[in-house]
């Protein structure tokens, strides 16, 4: 299917976290009708979405009935089980495709297609088992970190080498599951690079923002970054090059370490990102826009940034300053979410700094 | 109930169209719940509602059950019969109030509040009967427009007097309903304010947009508009001495003629109004969220412009532009409407001229 889709026909999205509401509105606004899937009930995309499928990824009738209710399937997070993902594409195609979902899928394929790239990546090894985890230490050294393969986010599944006399505690934090250990990266900052690919292999980035985490989650994103003109168009240049070499259609975020020789890879994510929450205020067309335009084989859109903004979320107990936040004619975006837990991400606000 | 709704609280919208639809969007981006209350099915605004209710305006059992379900209840048109609004009036608030219903939904109580209020408007009489109608023709003359003092919109239940010849004609047209003759304004050109008021009675108006319109609806906004800097400050106040005298509560559409003596009140919309679109790409707060902010009770937003817009409206047949524009990179808005008529809005389109 390469032409575009029509007004009212439909986009299919797995998950229905606040990633997904957001596409959903989207899509809305360019007249396209939203499916969702997502196992659990309530979620915040579905009060947004012309239909809901509250089932399993297991659920071969299910993920059937959704797939052939929508005209193109789209995701929100990258943690889909394959097998799932083959019943989809047996029946509708699934914009960004297989090839960028398997890479970001496991750490270690990730790293060796950004090393294959020619890319800089923080040095890495790959640990399945106490000799994997000796060699690994002896090539790298510590300071490092190991982290599983698979699933992680967030801070989730990682274990800190101070010292390489916390080898053993580290593996075994990993419950026997296929890890990787990276090297520590000396950087002033982090940046991220939200870059979108058409379908017809047009490519357009945002301007990099600059982030802050908090234990391990995404505090404040910052446009613009601090980066000198030749990293900005690094940046940019090596997000295009990802996006190509995945044959990519879709959003998709990078984020680098900015160091003293340059900037380094740290993660991909194959879809919408936190850190380009910023462009729903920043720019004429979103992050959700780009990436409903490119999965629904519309040209991209124009994603030039017209202001300068700090975009911060709102985490847990963050909620209570709503009404504040309210108050300030600062542009707010909440998820919808019944419960607040501490490390939850409810919300986040844009702040208009000046105008660029 | 004066205490601001909370995040997860529910806003029930009378009317299910396209402003419905862009007021459930905004309130989704606040974590609030929308319920729709439409008598047609497959309204745009179900699609990005948490409910819908489809039943009609005499329903009593559906209008309590819609009523029971939300907390405070709004709407996007002006012409909901009256028992409806009693049946959830003694349930639920209505925002803005049943005054600003009342004195839009009949043309001369309009027009006699704006004298009232001090405004300048065109000369009208009121026309009931044939002597009704000669006595205004002998006090206002030709040209004149006859109009249905009920339920008149985009050019509906209008006839023109080019000669005082046409008024029989003209009377007949309105086949008995209660008419108001209105006297021919000459002036250079249309503008709108979008005019905002908090339950704590604070007023901010959008900066005025100029209006072009053919064949009897509104064809583009433009911001700025061409007026002069006390005109400018004089719609603006103008349109705050309406809210505040309304005890207004939400957004109201004001309608003004620039003519050589002044500005003069064409008509008042106690809603968000078409020529105001244009503030989802020129302002951080467009028109639907600081609707939503006012109906549940939060403080209003910032909505200054930060740029300059030219908003057009898509009709009918304008939809075969829709790959065109796509590919533009201007900020596109459909509505999602299944069937494409002649006269009908399907969506709009927001370029943004210049930052500002």
């Known amino acids: 299917m390469t032409e575009p889709l029509r007004p009212g026909q439909t986009i299919g999205i797995l998950g229905g976290g606040q990633l997904g509401r957001m596409l959903a509105v989207a899509a809305s606004r360019l007249g396209l009708h939203v499916h969702v899937y997502e196992p659990g009930a309530g979620c915040p995309a579905a009060e947004v979405a012309t239909r809901t499928f509250t089932a399993a990824y297991d659920d071969t009738a299910a993920l059937t009935e959704f797939a052939q209710s929508v005209d193109v399937v789209t995701y929100e997070f990258e943690n889909i089980p394959t097998a799932a993902l083959d019943v989809i594409e047996a029946l509708r195609p699934i914009r960004p495709g297989r090839r960028a979902l398997a890479t970001s899928q496991d750490r270690l394929t990730e790293k060796a297609f950004l090393r294959d790239l020619g890319l800089a990546t923080a040095p890495f090894a790959n640990v399945e088992s106490a000799e994997d985890m000796a060699a690994a230490v002896d090539e790298i050294g510590a300071p490092a970190i190991l982290k599983t393969r698979r699933m992680g986010y967030d801070g989730k599944g990682q274990a800190r080498l101070k010292t390489t006399d916390d080898a053993a505690d580290a593996l075994a934090a990993m419950n026997g599951a296929p890890a990787i250990l990276e090297g520590f990266v000396v950087f002033s900052h982090e940046v991220s690079v939200i870059g979108a690919r058409g379908l017809d292999g047009a490519v357009a980035c945002f301007d990099p923002g600059e982030n802050v985490h908090e234990d391990g989650i ?3 994103t910052t446009v613009p970054a601090r980066l000198t003109a030749s990293q900005r168009t690094d940046a940019v240049l090596l997000a295009a090059r990802i996006l190509t070499a995945l044959d990519y259609v879709g959003v998709l975020g990078v984020e680098l370490f900015v160091t003293e020789t340059g900037l380094i890879v740290n993660e991909i994510a194959p879809r919408v990102h936190n850190s380009g929450h910023w462009t729903q205020n920043g720019c004429q067309i979103d992050q959700f826009e780009q990436h409903i335009r490119a999965v629904a084989g519309w040209p991209l ?14 985490i847990g107990a963050d909620m209570d300053r709503v009404p504040e936040i309210a108050k300030s004619g600062a542009a707010l975006h909440l998820y919808g979410k019944a419960e607040v837990k501490p490390g939850r991400k409810m919300g986040h606000v844009n702040r208009i700094v000046q105008g660029s």
Chains 1, 2 share one sequence.
């Open 218 to 220: 995404l505090r404040t």
């Open 301 to 314: 859109g124009d994603g030039s940034r017209h202001s300068d903004v700090v975009m911060e979320n709102l």
